[in-house]
């Protein structure tokens, strides 16, 4: 009966040009926020957007932002949490994801899809069928939370029956899905009038964060190389004009096989002692398929002739607090 509406509505639409006026069907739209470790976007360190459901919204959280299993036959769990007025259906996920040297995080099956990121796609070792998951979907009232359960099991393995020492990694990705009465129905559709097709857009929202599982002992090593200091033209917010500005740019170069997670921050050396930094980085990573990150960041102040500034990086994963590199520049 439904169908027999729509194609009776869309045989009343002109074959001529006219104006069309949006609303058959769902159009969704979709952004996943990533947490964990900063890609130097915007969306990267983003709180979790509101998703709306009916009309409502349906805010997700989800915590912690980061798994890491430092052996299989472990296991560990994360919460997620409906803190919006409304209801929401979310699918629970594994992605697999490529990070970029300038930070940015794209699904695989995207980067796969661009012969120029190749050595990045075959650079991923995948955790996806060393993980299980439970549950893969849930509804969830407003004000209302569900645990999730991660169990790293051996099933990547070597010649001795364990998983074959090295990193792997993907992305536990909560999504809203667009509740089955969105839109509208083959009666309505019918209804409109010649030349007028609607649609009705509901967009789909998700948070991803990283799932690691690490087989042998870690070896976390890096450099910072390349550091430079620059006047640009910068945005305070994205918003206001740019205005000059001191950048500091450099690369965050990994030098042991594992992922790199840490802190980031440049002091200058006519500041008092413990005075907030010139500019810090919190939770930025270089996962395994890059061998650095370019980093860029703007700095409170313009340094003064003749100063120092020192770049420290320290780790926040396998031993927190424990300075990883640093290097110090001079300005003229």
Partial sequence: MQGGALVRAA????????????????????????LGPSTDKAAAQAPAAAAPVNNVSANLNISPKRVTFDRAD????????????????????????VMLPDGEILPLSEAQARPELKAYVDGLKSAQSMLV????????????GQTIRIRAAASVA?????PMPGEYRTHLTVATIPPRDAGLTAEQAAATGPQQ????????????????LRVGPPDVRAT?????????????????????????????VRGGPNSLFGNIEVR?????????????VR????YTEIDHRDIQMVLKRAPLPGEQLEISFKDDDTAPGRLVAKAVISTQ
């Fill in 11 to 34: 045989r009343r639409l002109p074959r001529a040009v006219g104006r069309v006026r949006l609303a058959i069907g769902v159009v969704a739209a979709s952004l996943v926020v990533l």
């Fill in 74 to 97: 472990h296991s560990a769990t994360v919460y997620i949490f409906n803190q919006g007025n409304g209801p929401g259906t979310f699918d629970i996920t594994l992605i697999d994801r």
């Fill in 133 to 144: 998951v439970t549950p893969r979907r849930v509804t969830l009232g407003a004000g209302k």
């Fill in 158 to 162: 070597g010649a001795a029956g364990t």
């Fill in 197 to 212: 097709l609607s649609f009705q857009i509901n967009s789909v929202f998700g948070l991803s964060i990283p799932v690691i």
């Fill in 224 to 252: 910072i190389e390349g550091a430079k200091l620059t006047t640009e033209n910068v945005s305070s917010d994205g918003v206001a004009p740019p205005r000059p500005a001191s950048m500091l740019r450099f690369k965050l």
């Fill in 268 to 280: 200058g050396s006519k500041d008092k002692a413990g005075a907030d930094p010139l500019a810090a």
């Fill in 283 to 286: 939770g930025l990573g270089v």
